[in-house]
């Protein structure tokens, strides 16, 4: 039976770890290539690394980053952030990383996504997308950018939708409102997109407790949930979450090294 | 020195597969001529993207001749993913004719009933007791899938490990000395470097 996943997200600014609240006062906490590495000992599923570097020397510093990571953990990861156009996302693949992820650089130009699925394949390219409750909306959900900063007029099952037309192979959704309040995933937005794409969608946004990690990937209809503070300084080991989660009757993988090795 | 040999045939990233190797502790080259698949100890065939584009640069470059000429003559081959797929005589995917060191079809996944496609994520793998390439690996142990196609050999004696995604497919294949698996132990953590580890000790 195909396991639910957990991926360890890690922000990752001028080379450094960092965790912010809802996107904002970011701070450092960490070596990421350090950080990715226990993660991966712990029994992370797949990690992701967001670049909120702004300055322009950021590609360098990520790809130095992310060719360190790829030869220290053996599971898959993903990067994302200031990812505009092919060239950066054959950068990051070619440092090793297995996905690429467009979030805002996505909705303006959607194109990337049709050339990315085109150029590596659509099981490379993830679309992060950021939620915000908005009754205005069909759906109920609004798309925002800018790392929550700025309102689009897109409906977010609408653009999930055009997106996966495009060619994107997994769709990690970020909900604005519960975003590092540790309250929980957002679950009837997680579930509103899970049944209606048809790749896997990935939850991310609010967990702060195991319970609300069964509570997405059970009734969320979540294929995987991304963790972030939980690991980071909340005090939660991935055995431990994993070993709830297996309680609650989610089928995870757990057993992670050979007994010799 | 053991040789080893990744085949590249342009469009795969193998990057993944040479750290893997680092990380064992083996050297390795990367084999885009018909001489040097034939030459190699090892020959580790991974495969990313479409059969049929894989099977023309392989038919292009001379090297699908030296697969088949090497797996004739009793030559080790480890395949990965669509690696495990092109080994058959066919792909559903843009009905490709392929290698045909295995006798089979690599078929599409039917998906349905909440099962995505791609098959995505970590799944159990159920091998075939005993096998020294799933040594001091547990039955039922997790590896991490990416794929659309899967394996279907026409003779259940060449199947080798077996795992359950709507269909119960062949993750893994075995003709004379060849292996193949459907999945990416490049990506599968501690047992993915040991099944790796495996192969090249074998």
């Known amino acids: 039976m195909l396991e639910k996943r957990i991926l360890v997200c890690l922000d990752v600014r001028d080379g450094k770890t960092t965790k912010g609240v809802k996107f904002k006062g970011n701070v450092d906490v960490g070596d990421p290539v350090e950080m990715a590495r226990r993660y991966y000992e712990e029994g992370a599923d797949e990690l992701v690394f967001y670049d909120i570097t702004a300055s322009a020397e950021r590609r360098g510093i990520m790809r130095e980053v992310v060719e360190r990571v790829a030869a220290e953990i053996f599971v898959p990861f993903c990067v994302g952030g200031g990812i505009g156009s092919v060239e950066d996302m054959r950068a990051m693949l070619l440092a090793g990383a297995e996905k690429v992820s467009v979030n805002t650089q996505a909705v303006l130009n959607p194109e990337i996504i049709d050339q990315g699925a085109k150029a590596f394949g659509s099981q490379c390219v993830v679309l992060g997308v950021d939620a915000l409750r908005d009754d205005a909306m069909p759906s109920g959900y609004r798309v925002v950018i800018h790392g929550g900063r700025t309102a689009t007029q897109r409906d977010l099952l609408a653009w999930v939708r055009e997106a996966e037309q495009r060619g994107m192979g997994e769709v990690v959704l970020n909900s604005i409102d519960a975003d590092g309040t540790r309250d929980g995933y957002e679950l009837a937005c997680t579930r509103l997109v899970s049944e209606n794409v048809g790749v896997p969608v990935v939850a991310s946004g609010g967990a702060g407790v195991s319970r609300h990690l069964v509570e997405v990937l059970r009734d969320g209809r979540a294929d995987a949930a991304l963790i972030a503070s939980m690991v980071h300084f909340g005090g939660y080991t991935i055995p431990q979450i994993k070993a709830d989660l297996a309680a609650a009757g989610i089928p995870v993988r757990r057993n992670i090294r050979p007994a010799d090795g | ?202």
């Open chain 2, 1 to 202: 020195m053991m040789d080893v040999a990744i085949v590249n045939y342009e469009a795969g990233n193998l990057r993944s597969v040479e750290t893997a190797l680092r990380r064992l502790g083996y050297e390795y080259r990367i084999a885009t001529r018909p001489e040097e698949v034939l030459r190699a100890d090892k020959v580790l065939f991974p495969g990313v993207g479409d059969a049929r584009a894989v099977m023309e640069v392989l038919g292009r470059s001379g090297v699908a001749a030296a697969l088949r000429e090497r797996h004739a003559a009793g030559g080790s081959i480890l395949g990965i993913c669509v690696g495990a797929q092109v080994v058959l005589e066919r792909s559903e995917e843009n009905s490709a004719s392929c290698l045909g060191l295995v006798p089979g079809t690599a078929r599409r996944l039917p998906g349905g009933d909440g099962l995505k496609v791609p098959h995505m994520g970590w799944n159990q793998v159920r091998y075939r007791e005993g096998h020294w390439l799933f040594a001091g690996i547990p039955q039922d142990t997790s590896f991490y899938f990416v794929h659309s196609y899967y394996p279907d050999p026409a003779d259940r004696s060449t199947v080798l490990a077996d795992t359950e995604y709507g269909v119960s497919f062949a993750s893994g294949l075995e003709r004379d000395n060849l292996t193949a698996v459907q999945f990416h132990p490049e990506k599968s953590g501690e047992f993915g470097l040991r099944l790796l580890s495996n192969y090249l000790a074998h």
